[in-house]
Each structure stands twice: as C-alpha cells, then as structure tokens.
C-alpha cells in the first residue's frame, strides 16, 4: 500500500516545499505515495490515518500549536522539514517576532536540516520514508570532506575579520583552495552537519551554517568555536553569527 503523506507549512518562505516540487525525482515520489494532505497543491483539509507528516517552517504564531498538535495526533511519524522547522531558523533574527522548532511543541521522529535542502539529501530521504526506512544524515562535519580542507588539521588559531570574502575574492576551490578560516575569513564548517555537498564552498562562499550542528546543541557549539578562532572585535558585536539560524534552545 503507498504510504500516506502530509506536507504542511509554518511561517517560512516556502523554500523547503519549492524543492521538493523541483526534485528530479519528484514524479516517482508522486506515483509511490498518496499526498493526503498538502495545501499547495490540493484543496482537502481534514487531517487522518497519515503515514509520514512532514513540517515546514517555525512556530511564530499562537494558532499554529493547535494545528501542529492535530498533525501529530493523526500521523504515525512527524519529520521537521527545514531549518526553520528543526531550529527555528533565519526568523530568529527578527527582534519582533519569535521563531521556535515545532519540537517544542510536539515530538518528533527526526529532522531534514537545510535552508532550504539541499535537493539530494531531500531527494534521498524521502525515497527513504516512502520505503519505510529510517532517514540518515551525516555524523561528520562539513571540514571532513571539504575540497578546501587540504592537508591541514585545525588548530583553530585564525584571526577572523570577515565574513565574507571580498566580491573579487568569490572564486571556485579549484581557482583558490585555500581553507577560509585561513584567509581569515569566519565559516562555520567546523560545527556545521556535512550533507550538502558544500554548495556555497563550491561557489566560493564560506558556509553560514543552514544544516544545523552534528550534536544537539546548535548555540553552545558555535560559541565554542567562536571562542576558540580570535574573532576581530567588529565580529564579536554581531548576533547574526549566533542566532542566523537558531536560538539558544531546542529540543529534538
Ligand atoms: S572551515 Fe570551511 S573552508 Fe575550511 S575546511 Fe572547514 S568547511 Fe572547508
Ligand atoms: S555550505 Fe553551509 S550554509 Fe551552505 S548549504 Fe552547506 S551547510 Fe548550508
């Protein structure tokens, strides 16, 4: 029988459910299971016997908890969909309005970290829960296979003064494979979950760390690293390294 699927969202900007309608393999995905419930696409609200539940976005609004509770109640696995949904994601950075995991509201069986996805890690696990099987991320860190990694091992002492390299300086690995904690440039590779085949390094661009941590606790990793790495006084001041994608607290 194909497995049923709900698709649902929070507050987002809808990047996570565009790639999945943008997957190679989203045709397959359509024909081995039932969308039961998945507002972009179908007008049919009730919510029952689903499957496998899939959430997008974070909790910024009050009525959102009670439609997150009716998801978990009538689904037999619930997956956080994104970094907004895992962490709470770039809406931390608002000063106006909170942006919390959905885990903080209800359990759930497991994360599909990405700002949004990258496609093949979505595109693999999905075909993984259509088939029943547990998703697998990575336990490795995005240095472990970075084409910038050389031969060096971090000793962390790099004075970081920027956290981007100078438009000119944009170049491949291939043109420039220098690691940029070397260049003095932040990236945040050393605490950040491999899986995306290091998209942004590929094009030049230090990683901000949208796949989240390897271990549980997203902050206290990065101030870890942060305090280890000699960070120009410019770099110490701004929050958005801290909280780009997560705040201090969550559960998963
Ligand atoms: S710190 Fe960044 S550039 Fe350096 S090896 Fe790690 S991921 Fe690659
Ligand atoms: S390199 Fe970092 S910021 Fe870029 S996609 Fe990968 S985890 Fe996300």
Redesign the pocket.
């Known amino acids: 029988m194909k497995p049923k699927f709900l698709i649902t969202s929070l507050t987002g900007c809808s990047g996570c459910i565009a790639t999945i309608m943008s997957l190679d393999v989203s045709p397959q995905l359509l024909e081995r299971s039932k969308l039961s419930y998945f507002p972009f696409m179908s007008d049919i609200k009730t919510i029952e016997n689903i499957d496998i539940a899939l959430i997008e976005g974070c909790v910024s609004e009050e009525s959102q908890i009670e439609h997150l509770k009716t998801v978990r109640k009538n689904a037999k696995k619930v997956y956080a969909l994104g970094s907004c949904a895992a962490f709470g994601g770039i809406l931390n950075l608002s000063t106006k309005k909170d942006a919390e995991p959905i885990s903080n509201y209800i359990e759930i069986d497991g994360i599909i970290p990405?700002?949004p996805i990258?496609a093949n890690l979505l595109g693999n696990c999905l075909i993984r829960l259509i088939e029943n099987k547990e998703i697998i991320l990575s336990e490795k860190n995005?240095c472990d296979s970075c084409p910038l990694r050389g031969n060096i091992e971090h000793d962390f002492d790099y004075k970081i003064n920027k956290l981007y390299p100078n438009p000119d300086e944009i170049v491949s690995p291939e043109e420039n494979s220098e690691c940029f904690l070397k260049r003095g440039i932040l990236c945040?590779?050393p605490v950040?979950?491999d899986g995306?085949e290091?998209?942004?390094?590929k094009k030049g661009?230090p990683?901000?760390?949208?796949?989240g941590p390897v271990s549980k606790d997203f902050t206290a990793n990065i101030v870890n690293f942060l305090s280890l790495v000699k960070l120009s006084k410019d770099l110490k001041g701004y929050d958005g390294i801290f909280y780009r994608f997560s705040k201090p607290k969550f559960n998963w």
Request: charged residues 10%; contains cysteine; hydrophobic residues 35%.
């Open positions: 990405g700002c990258p995005l945040l590779g950040i979950r995306c290091h998209i942004c390094i661009i990683c901000e760390g949208c796949m």
